[in-house]
C-alpha cells in the first residue's frame, strides 16, 4: 500500500485527538466517511483515506497492537511519530526495508530515490519503474514525517528512539512469537536505527521507566511486558 500514500501522520493525529480511547473501527470509520472528519474533498478520498489508515495502523480498540500503540501515543508525545511509524512498519515489509534503510544512512547524507528503490527491488518486491518510484517518494515523505530525514535534497536527520517506542518494537517481537534475547533480533529494531547493543540498552532503560520487565542471569534473559498485557486486559 505504500506504493500508494504515505503512512499520512497527519491523518492519525486528527483521528486519535478526535476520537474516544476505546472507539473500534466503526467508530473509525464513521468519523472518516460520514463526519468527514479529516475534510476530504470527496467521497473516495474518504474511502482511500480510511483504507489507508487501515492498512497501516487497523484504527480498532479490538487489536491488541492499537490498543497498546494508542495507549502510548497519548501519553508519550514526544515519541508519537516514531511510534506511528513503528506500527506502520510492521504491516508494510516494503516500508520496513525503507525506513531501515534510511536509519542506517549518517545523519546529514542524502537520500535518494533511487537508492530507496534498489531498496525495495532487493527486498523483493515486483514494481515497475513508475511505481518504484511512487514507493520511494511516499518513503521519504514518511520518514520526514516521522522526523527521520529532513529538507530538499532529502537528507537523513538526527533522531533519538525513546523507552516508549523501543518497549513497543520489544512487545510487537513477543507478540508475533519471540522470547528471551530472540526479541532483541525483531527488524522492527532496524527502523528505529539500533544496533544490537544499542537494542540491549534501550530495553534495559524501558525496563528503568517500568515499560517493561527485563531480567538477565549469564545468556539467559527473560522479557514480560506486564503493563501492556494490563492494558489490553483492561480494554476488553
Request: aromatic share 6%.
Amino acid at each position: 500500500m505504500l506504493v500508494r500514500r504515505s503512512i499520512a501522520l497527519g491523518d492519525l493525529e486528527s483521528l486519535l485527538t478526535s476520537t474516544d480511547q476505546q472507539a473500534d473501527h466503526a467508530a473509525m470509520r464513521s468519523a472518516i466517511i460520514e463526519d468527514n472528519l479529516l475534510a476530504k474533498g470527496t467521497g473516495q478520498a474518504r474511502q482511500n483515506s480510511l483504507r489507508q489508515l487501515t492498512y497501516f495502523y487497523g484504527l480498532d480498540s479490538t487489536m491488541p497492537a492499537f490498543t497498546v500503540f494508542r495507549r502510548l501515543y497519548s501519553h508519550y508525545p514526544r515519541e508519537q511519530s516514531i511510534l506511528a511509524l513503528v506500527l506502520a512498519c510492521s504491516h508494510d515489509p516494503v516500508l520496513r526495508s525503507a525506513i531501515a534503510y534510511i536509519v542506517r544512512q549518517p545523519p546529514g547524507s542524502i537520500v535518494s530515490h533511487k537508492a530507496l528503490a534498489e531498496v525495495v527491488l532487493k527486498a523483493g518486491a515486483t514494481y515497475g519503474p513508475a511505481s518504484l518510484h511512487k514507493i520511494a517518494e511516499n518513503a521519504l515523505a514518511s520518514s520526514t514525517m516521522a522526523g527521520i530525514t529532513r529538507g530538499v535534497p532529502v537528507r537523513r536527520a538526527e533522531f533519538q528512539p525513546g523507552a516508549a517506542s523501543a518497549a513497543y518494537v520489544a512487545w510487537l517481537a513477543h507478540k508475533a512469537g519471540a522470547s528471551g534475547s530472540a526479541i532483541f533480533d525483531s527488524a522492527l529494531f532496524g527502523c528505529l536505527g539500533l544496533e544490537q547493543a544499542a537494542v540491549r540498552e534501550a530495553c534495559v532503560e524501558a525496563a528503568r521507566r517500568s515499560l517493561l520487565e527485563l531480567r538477565a542471569a549469564g545468556n539467559v534473559v527473560e522479557i514480560t511486558f506486564r503493563l501492556f498485557e494490563g492494558i489490553i486486559a483492561e480494554a476488553k
